[in-house]
């Protein structure tokens, strides 16, 4: 073996043949059922992989992502687990249509309208089919260890129909309804959006500060004065005593040639120290606005399309920024504009097409998240079976019981703040790619199905629901729900989810969510929330910064392994961590030291030796220092794994085989391999060093250990041999 061994190591050689032994054997297929016939008996480890969207390739965080939760797999099916990990995309509907009817308009010049809804849903489905089989090779590339037989689509026809069945039962609960609520209006994408697809730029801009007419007693300050043409209110707090003798008179005005009504309320969520004191109501174009008119029993005029233009008096057709002027201009006129000041605001912009977001009442799909039900069955604790109970206690008592481990104390404080001050949820969305409504109209009838009404008249509602609504469902939905599968009924709930903190609420919650209400369950037992990965400047990644990093390129410079161990080191768990090529670089020196001390081993240990599982005693002093190293190796590592210590887990394992195994105890055995009375026992110590090395490495780097591992003589594969164990 000596002669034909490489000098150096080489990925490029090892990877696409190691993944594809792993295909071949199917080791991660069903948790190598067969292979082991006491599997069965065997406590359960299950996660489900955070379905990455098809819109695009893998990204670094991807790439972080899927390896830091691949470690953890690795790591339970060493311990003996029956493990079951569960791959997925998502549609990603609205980014995934933006991206085609973007690409449509520049090369055809048209829009959705001229194509029509079934030729442009083909056309989207054709795009996603094709970014699905590039981020699934990209996936397997980075070498996570998922059981690809169970591979599921958010559109795919057992997806659809979970989440056909599960808008059906809540429908049918009187949980999903329609009204009209206050939205984030996309007006280029021409579509409701949720909070997570809006960004927030920060832009300076004007603070006005005028009263509506010389006659109006209260001055009040805003970024939008176009928008106080839709006022119904001026809202102080009732204990500023500068407004207290004005509060509930009422007056009608013309501002900027449009009368308006105005009544002055008290309300307790005005500041009083904040400008003026004084807030101007617009109830239908801000989510504040809109809450004060509830309780004050307020109109809500509508004064902003969906095209973001005026729909009044003469401002009607302008667009608000033209409006914006024209007030400004008629205050200036008037002598009502008190002051000027220049401002940092954060406005928000839809991240897939760079709109302003406008805020607009609109009629849409809703699930009521504080309406009561009867809860037929209930594992959570604090729950019973046939209690009346709503969708926020299923969502606060599945993590306050404990029931789902969030141990990161401020994530779970954010995932609280988020739970307490939880609005109904918008669940549609005016696209045509995604899961369609399944609510059909006969006049005036409304019909709730699964499948498509029989009869002629049914129209179905144009909508299609949020992304969200699906993805809330993928613990389950994956295992064979609504069916009562016998996947289901081992698997669920989950072991573990490990999300980056951006989707904490918006996926997260409403997971428990949707587990509460249609199992009876938490979806997982325990919530673990990493960090993203910036530059090595501590900046996201981004086009206009011009400092992403495509891990494609660096697997390929670099190798799998050496991008999971420089990506593993780099920070504690929950935090961000910042990417360096130069310690990605590190790593692959790092890999090359492996091989080097594998190729030193094998030059001095007999055939059999290699093979053998005779444990090795001290004989020397230094056999007794590295058996000890390796010993409290074994123990930190595992310790750490389990605390999801992943980074000092790394650097433990990395510092033993370098320095302690490399630098010591191998320059060492030069000496002791000559004396004949130390000779086997110390080739003894160094192949027993090396297979534990391997051991502990293979979590981090899978594919080079698994490679020497096999080159060792092994008949089994090193992802399904058993975890080291401590003697301490």
Not at 344 to 370: C, F, H, M, Y
Not at 478 to 498: A, R, V, Y
Not at 653 to 667: P, R, S
Request: proline share 4%.
């Amino acid at each position: 073996m000596e002669t034909t061994l490489p000098k150096n190591y080489d990925p490029v050689l090892v990877e696409d043949e190691i993944n594809k032994k792993w295909d071949e054997a199917k080791i991660f297929v069903s948790s190598v059922e067969g292979v082991d016939p006491e599997l069965n008996k065997r406590e359960v480890f299950s996660m489900v992989l955070p379905p990455p969207n098809v819109t695009g390739v893998l990204h670094i965080g991807h790439a972080y992502e899927d390896s830091l939760q691949d470690v953890l797999i690795r790591y339970q099916r060493m311990c003996g687990k029956k493990i079951i990990w569960i791959p997925g995309t998502d549609s990603a509907a609205i980014a995934t249509q933006a991206r085609v009817e973007k690409d449509i308009q520049k090369e055809e010049h048209k829009n959705r309208y001229d194509l029509g809804r079934e030729e442009l849903v083909r056309r989207i489905t054709e795009f996603a089919l094709k970014s699905e089989k590039v981020i699934l090779t990209q996936v397997k590339r980075m070498g996570a260890s998922l059981d690809w037989s169970r591979y599921a689509y958010a559109l795919d026809e057992k997806r659809q129909f979970a989440v056909y069945t599960a808008f059906k039962r809540m429908y049918e609960a009187g949980l999903i309804y329609r009204g009209n609520r206050i939205v984030n209006w996309d007006p280029k994408g021409q579509t409701t959006i949720s909070d997570d697809e809006i960004i927030y730029e920060d832009r300076q801009t004007q603070l006005y500060t005028f009263k509506y007419s010389k006659d109006f007693p209260i001055a009040i300050s805003t970024t939008r004065p176009e928008t106080k043409v839709g006022d119904t209110a001026v809202a102080v707090h009732p204990d500023d005593i500068r407004y207290k003798k004005y509060i509930g008179q009422e007056f009608d005005l013309i501002f900027c040639d449009i009368p308006i009504h105005i009544k002055i309320v008290a309300d307790e969520s005005v500041e009083k120290d904040f400008g003026t004191g004084a807030l101007g109501v617009t109830p239908a174009h801000s989510q504040v606005d809109w809450e004060i008119a509830d309780r004050h029993n307020l109109p809500r005029p509508q004064i902003i399309n969906e095209y973001a233009k005026m729909t009044v008096g003469h401002l009607d057709g302008k667009k608000v920024s033209e409006a914006r002027e024209v007030v400004v201009s008629w205050l200036k006129d008037q002598g009502l504009l008190e002051k000027e000041d220049k401002i940092q605001q954060n406005v928000s912009i839809s991240e897939r097409t760079g709109a302003i977001i406008e805020l607009l009442p609109k009629l849409q799909w809703w699930v009521d998240i504080n309406k009561k039900f009867t809860i037929p069955y209930s594992e959570i604790p604090g729950i019973k079976s046939g209690s009346q109970v709503s969708l926020n206690e299923i969502m606060r008592e599945s993590v306050s019981s404990g029931a789902v481990k969030i141990s990161q104390e401020r994530f779970q404080k954010i995932y609280f703040h988020w739970i307490d001050n939880l609005k109904d949820w918008c669940i549609s969305r005016q696209i045509w790619f995604g899961h369609r409504i399944p609510i059909w109209y006969r006049g005036d009838e409304v019909c709730c199905d699964i499948k498509i009404p029989k009869g002629e008249g049914w129209v179905q509602d144009p909508d299609t629901l949020d992304t969200w609504f699906s993805s809330g469902l993928w613990t389950f939905s994956t295992l064979g729900w609504p069916e009562k599968s016998q996947d289901l009924k081992n698997f669920h709930p989950t072991s573990l989810i490990s999300p980056a903190y951006e989707i904490l609420q918006l996926w997260i919650s409403r997971m428990i969510l949707m587990s509460g209400f249609h199992l009876g369950q938490v979806p997982f037992r325990e919530v673990m929330i990493h960090g993203i990965v910036r530059d090595k400047n501590g900046r996201k990644f981004s086009k206009s910064l011009g400092n992403g990093i495509d891990p494609v390129e660096m697997i390929e410079k670099y190798g799998a392994d050496a991008l999971r161990m420089g990506l593993m080191s780099g920070a504690a768990f929950g935090n961000d961590v910042k990417f360096d090529e130069d310690q990605v670089k590190g790593m692959k020196h790092f890999a090359n030291k492996l091989w080097n001390i594998f190729r030193f081993i094998v030059a001095n240990c007999d055939k059999n030796i290699l093979q053998s599982v005779q444990q090795p005693v001290a004989l020397t002093p230094e056999d007794k220092l590295i058996l000890q190293d390796l010993d409290d190796t074994i123990k930190k590592v595992t310790g750490d794994i389990k605390n999801f210590s992943l980074n000092n887990a790394s650097q433990t394992i990395y510092q033993f085989i370098w320095h302690n195994l490399a630098d010591k105890y191998i320059e060492a055995s030069k000496t002791q391999l000559k004396d004949s009375a130390l000779a086997k026992n110390t080739q003894l110590i160094l192949v027993h060093c090396l297979k534990q090395s391997l051991k502990l490495l293979h979590p981090f780097m899978p594919f080079i250990t698994e490679y020497i591992w096999g080159l060792l003589g092994s008949k089994t594969f090193l992802a399904i041999e058993k975890w080291p164990t401590s003697k301490s």
